[in-house]
């Protein structure tokens, strides 16, 4: 089965401070690496994906995120970090079966932004 | 497109009640997830259709718990009797074939 592991269930970054926020999967084949945003009281919102085609992924409000297959990670980044990036941060990874794309998520990560 | 649309976004009700939640799912969409998150738990998938069909009920944590899915317009998931560890905000997600899910707003239940 594959897992999803986030490091840092909690990341604080000052207004205009790099956001980085880590991802390490395990898969047996290569995978599907996906990351979502939860802003609060809200469903998940995708925010990027890598389906094997270009490791540098660029996503919507200015997060990208880079698949390294030797570190077995996704991490997710952003040069500056703006007041309305305060969400939680969701990997994932999918595995196919019967027609569906199943997706196994990590715990999260709830990014703050100080001002 | 206006989304996945769930109902209702919260339901308030007492231990031993009925609860339904409803999920329309985005047309074209073929394959239905039911998803359940809490603090302590995270994101649970529950169980998932693909054309209408359940594919994988290991998720659904009991007997109490059921989901159907009669078309491909409408689905729902049961609980009776609830109870208050049920409480939680459970997610209906849609996708087509093998690409992203989207996510709904969510139905908040709280089981007193």
């Known amino acids: 089965a594959q897992s999803v592991t986030q490091l840092g269930s909690h990341v604080s970054v000052s207004e205009g401070a790099l956001v980085l926020l880590r991802c390490n999967y395990s898969?047996?084949?290569?995978?599907?690496l996906f990351w979502y945003v939860q802003y609060p009281n809200q469903g998940l919102q995708l925010l990027l994906k890598?389906?094997?085609?270009?490791?540098l992924v660029k996503g919507i409000n200015g997060f990208e995120a880079e698949f390294k297959k030797s570190e077995t990670s996704f991490h997710l980044t952003k040069p500056s970090a703006h007041m309305s990036d305060a969400a939680e941060y969701f990997c994932?990874?999918?595995?196919?079966?019967?027609?569906?794309?199943?997706?196994?998520f990590g715990k999260g990560t709830k990014l703050s932004v100080i001002p | 497109d206006a989304g996945v649309i769930q109902s209702p976004r919260h339901e308030v009700t007492e231990m031993g009640q009925e609860v339904t939640l409803r999920c329309k799912p985005i047309?074209?969409?073929?394959?239905l997830f039911w998803y359940r998150q809490t603090m302590m738990r995270g994101l649970e998938l529950l169980i998932y259709?693909?054309?209408?069909?359940?594919?994988?009920d290991s998720g659904m944590p009991e007997d109490r718990f059921s989901a159907k899915m009669p078309n491909a317009s409408f689905s729902t998931l049961k609980i009776q009797p609830s109870e208050p560890r049920d409480s939680a905000v459970y997610f209906c997600a849609t996708q087509p074939d093998q690409e992203t899910q989207y996510f709904g707003p969510g139905t908040r239940l709280l089981v007193l």
């Open positions: 994932a990874v999918s595995e196919s079966g019967a027609g569906s794309y199943q997706l196994t």
């Open positions: 890598y389906t094997s085609a270009a490791t």
């Open positions: 259709f693909n054309n209408n069909v359940p594919i994988d």
């Open positions: 898969s047996s084949v290569p995978p599907y």
């Open positions: 047309s074209g969409h073929n394959s």
